[in-house]
């Protein structure tokens, strides 16, 4: 966008990695939502387009705010005249420095899983967010022990009610076949397997798309396709390696057969999981799926940012940081305007490209001494993704987020093919979650965005027998 806008400039782009994540098969799917691919392509590529764009592939050391400068990993300096800080978020480890417990947030750690995986008989997932419920679902061949701290699956993005629709996709033996996946897969020349080094988690790779798990083979090393045990309302208290759990003299636990009688395990497992609610379980490996912090740290030292409680860069309605000529976008900044009552912000793909896009524009207005609105894409929370293979659409504070006691939902339930609900205050839509192939996305982002009062539609809002497109189109 900066390079369009100022083609005699010189835009440099800084990164780790030798890769850089381009957005493909962008779609607009309605005033809000948008669907695309998430695709790996060489630097090059971008450079070859934009001859006024020039990649450095380096990390940042140290940034010097007052005196406009950027310190590289490589040891050279950079000055610059306006810069935007787009360094996303790295996974929050549960544990930092073990070796068994892996992160994945990115495309390397995600090789690095596959490796492990491929000699795994039994791994405890530890999370609750779109990663862990993707990763459960994809493994086959390996016993999935999956610890969740709420009472219901996938509580990022829907509710029990939308969980309970969900479960039986989890442990059906036999799958449908996916459909198919556009993103084709760029791999970096040169790092093919015996090269690539494993991923460590301090590494910052970029952030996975989301579609990250087509292309790899996540099979263990059992014969059956699917087996996950739940645990819920429970955390890791503690990760015992081999020799310290035989010291401990404690029993852990076999994969549950049924929930009623859990049987002690017979087999030495290289690290065992002690969980908050009292139970131990063996595996070879955990997987660390407890979301993200933003990746501030290489920034911070000597500059005296404004910083939100969830430790992001808090950036103004413009996109700019609490210091001039510095910008932020994506996870690694936090939203501290005034917000739209049905938006909120979400570390998400969609909003990482939507604020990217929005923070070059400021840039280049501020530069220009132009005045700018707040984008539209601000105005309401919009998300589409795809859980256990249905397509899943977000919209507004769909989990009723900072709605309080005050509001009501309306749903309506198809076993096996939809789950469609909705948030209502004082008769008015506020947000909505729509599971499987409803068609109703654009008609109910109109409801949250015009705010129409629908009192009088009562039950009917949601009743199949009418067509509620043709009410409101």
Not at 51 to 78: A, C, M, R
Not at 157 to 186: H, M, Q, S
Not at 223 to 231: C, D, L, P, R, Y
Request: glycine residues 8%.
């Amino acid at each position: 966008k900066l390079a369009m806008e100022f083609p005699s400039e010189d835009i440099f782009l800084m990164t780790a990695s030798p890769v850089i994540k381009a957005v493909t098969n962008f779609k607009q799917v309605s005033k809000t939502l948008e669907e695309f691919d998430v695709e790996e392509q060489p630097s090059s590529l971008l450079e070859k387009q934009y001859p006024n764009i020039k990649v450095i592939q380096s990390g940042v050391k140290q940034l010097k705010s007052d005196e406009h400068k950027i310190f590289t990993e490589d040891g050279k300096e950079y000055m610059y005249e306006k810069l935007c800080l787009c360094a996303g978020a790295r996974p929050k480890l549960i544990f930092e420095g073990n070796p068994y417990v892996l992160g994945i947030r990115d495309t390397d750690s995600a090789q690095a899983f596959q490796k492990n995986l491929a000699q795994a008989e039994r791994i405890v997932v530890v999370g609750n967010g779109g990663i862990a419920l993707e990763l459960v679902y994809e493994i086959q061949g390996c016993e999935v022990i999956w610890a969740i701290k709420d009472k219901a699956i996938g509580n990022t993005f829907f509710d029990a009610g939308a969980a309970e629709f969900l479960i039986p996709k989890l442990t059906a033996e036999n799958r449908e076949t996916p459909i198919e996946c556009k993103r084709t897969k760029y791999t970096v020349e040169g790092t093919e397997e015996k090269e690539r080094p494993t991923a460590a988690s301090d590494k910052l790779g970029s952030a996975l798309g989301p579609d990250w798990h087509e292309g790899l083979h996540l099979k263990g090393t059992k014969e059956f396709s699917h087996k996950v045990h739940i645990e819920i309302l429970c955390e890791v208290k503690k990760i015992h390696l081999q020799q310290e759990f035989i010291q401990l003299q404690q029993t852990s636990l076999a994969f549950p057969k049924e929930e009623k009688n859990v049987e002690p395990d017979e087999v030495l497992w290289p690290v065992y999981v002690e969980l908050t609610n009292g139970k131990i379980y063996g595996c070879n490996f955990i997987v660390s799926a407890t979301g993200v912090v933003p990746n501030v740290k290489p920034f911070l030292d000597g500059n005296n940012f404004a910083v939100g409680e969830d430790g992001g860069l808090k950036v103004d309605k413009h996109m700019h940081t609490s210091l001039p000529d510095i910008y932020a976008a994506g996870d690694i900044c936090m939203a501290s305007w005034e917000p739209s009552p049905v938006w909120h912000q979400m570390r998400l793909w969609t909003q990482a490209r939507q604020m990217g896009w929005y923070a070059a524009k400021c840039m280049a207005a501020d530069t220009l001494g132009e005045s700018i609105d707040m984008d539209f894409c601000f105005e309401l929370f919009a998300h589409v993704t795809k859980f256990f293979n249905y397509k899943v659409v977000v919209l507004g504070k769909y989990n009723a987020q900072g709605l309080g006691l005050d509001h009501e939902l309306m749903l309506r339930c198809t076993k096996g093919q939809e789950y469609v609900k909705v948030v209502m205050q004082n008769g008015r839509m506020m947000g909505a979650v729509l599971i499987g192939e409803t068609d109703l996305e654009e008609t109910f982002e109109n409801l949250i965005l015009n705010q129409m009062d629908l009192s009088a539609y009562g039950e009917d809002l949601l009743n199949p027998d009418i067509d509620i497109e043709d009410y409101f189109d």
